[in-house]
Nanobody, 117 residues
Framework: QVQFVESGGGLVQPGGSLRLSCAVS??????????MGWYRQAPGNQRELVAE???????NYADSVKGRFTISRDNAKNMVYLQMNSLKPEDTAVYYC?????????WGQGTQVTVSS
């Protein structure tokens, strides 16, 4: 069973930075074979894609975070990261780590990010 350990969330002032980390374990498939993503869900909203990084290293970002957030992965450590800079109150949400490959789609438990003064 695939397990996630997400960390790095918390309370930060507008304009501040946070780095989310997601450690993945327990998969029968290599971590490097997964497309990895970060999603977020704010109260009353649907879950939305924030950023993703494919198994070949290509990245894709939501328009709202382009230029502010950076997704990266370390296949040797089975880790994926989300560096979030210039945070805004509208970035407040629960952030979820996602691992997917054909026929498989796994989710972490989420970590809360709150941007407020």
């Amino acid at each position: 069973q695939v397990q996630f350990v997400e960390s790095g969330g918390g309370l930060v002032q507008p304009g501040g930075s946070l780095r989310l980390s997601c450690a993945v374990s327990g998969s029968r498939s290599r971590f490097s074979s997964y497309h990895m993503g970060w999603y977020r869900q704010a109260p009353g909203n649907q879950r939305e894609l924030v950023a993703e990084i494919t198994n070949t290293g290509s990245t894709n970002y939501a328009d709202s975070v382009k230029g502010r957030f950076t997704i990266s992965r370390d296949n040797a450590k089975n880790m994926v990261y989300l560096q979030m800079n210039s945070l805004k109150p509208e970035d407040t949400a629960v952030y979820y780590c996602n691992a997917r490959r054909p026929m498989f789609d796994y989710w972490g438990q989420g970590t809360q990010v709150t941007v407020s003064s």
